[in-house]
């Protein structure tokens, strides 16, 4: 399994951005996929879940309300809509595949992507 991340960039305050990630493989399609990030200095930190048919989706509490997460299976592809961004969001974005488990609360992610740099400017 192989993931791109792309999407990544510099944002204002309050700005949008909407992030890819393109898998390789259909059997991606039964796979839970998200999204986590690393801030300089800190640890890496989940960030959202989907589950396989995009029923179920769950959130760090960091970003609710403001991150949509959501995947069209045809294209293998998951997206991350961030809205209302703030400089604290600023981070390394790594998309992720998880094979072994089946609900979104569980994510962890068995298959990682490249990151994609999101700065966001006060």
């Known amino acids: 399994v192989q993931l791109q991340a792309s999407g990544g960039g510099l944002v204002q305050a309050g700005g949008s951005l909407r992030l890819s990630c393109a898998a390789s493989?259909?059997?991606?399609?039964?796979?839970?996929m998200g999204w986590f990030r690393r801030a300089p200095g800190r640890e890496r930190e989940f960030v959202a879940a989907?589950?396989?048919?995009?029923?179920?989706?769950h959130y760090a509490d960091s970003v609710k309300g403001r991150f949509t997460i959501s995947r069209d299976n045809a294209k293998v592809t998951a997206y991350l809509q961030m809205n209302n961004l703030n400089p604290e969001d600023t981070a390394v974005y790594y998309c992720?595949?998880?094979?072994?488990?089946?609900?979104?609360?569980?994510?962890?992610?068995?298959?990682w992507g490249q990151g994609t740099q999101v700065t966001v400017s006060s």
């Open positions: 992720a595949a998880d094979q072994s488990r089946r609900s979104a609360t569980l994510f962890r992610g068995n298959y």
């Open positions: 493989g259909r059997a991606v399609t039964n796979y839970l």
């Open positions: 989907i589950s396989w048919n995009g029923g179920s989706t």
